[in-house]
């Protein structure tokens, strides 16, 4: 089993700023991917930003220029550090791993949400 671990959501005015965490931990031989998406009330999930497979990242539209995803591979961590914070930015952010668990497993994965909520 692996368990995905958000945190650092929380309240905040336009223009503000908020970092996300996200730890990966269990049975884990290896992280293909590893990102960040949210969900709106009434909205679909949609991806925020991610590593790739590859290692580079891809950033939605919206987020560009504000918001930059890093990560610890040691730690099977991601980070998001979000700046300039919209009231369009409110959502639950989900972290989301791909993660190979044995040599012939591998298998999407996703954390219980962290809510980030940006007033006017």
């Known amino acids: 089993q692996v368990q995905l671990v958000e945190s650092g959501g929380g309240l905040v005015q336009a223009g503000g700023s908020l970092r996300l965490s996200c730890a990966a931990s269990g049975r884990i031989v290896s992280i293909n991917a590893m990102g960040w998406y949210r969900q709106a009330p009434g909205k679909q999930r949609e991806l925020v930003a991610a590593f790739n497979s590859g290692g580079s990242t891809n950033y939605a539209d919206s987020v560009k220029g504000r918001f930059t995803i890093s990560r610890d591979s040691a730690k099977n961590a991601v980070y998001l550090q979000m700046n300039s914070l919209k009231p369009e930015d409110t959502a639950v952010y989900y972290c989301?791993?791909?993660?190979?668990?044995?040599?012939?497993?591998?298998?999407?994965?996703w954390g219980q949400g962290t809510q980030v909520t940006v007033s006017s």
């Open positions: 989301n791993a791909d993660v190979r668990t044995t040599w012939y497993k591998r298998d999407d994965y």
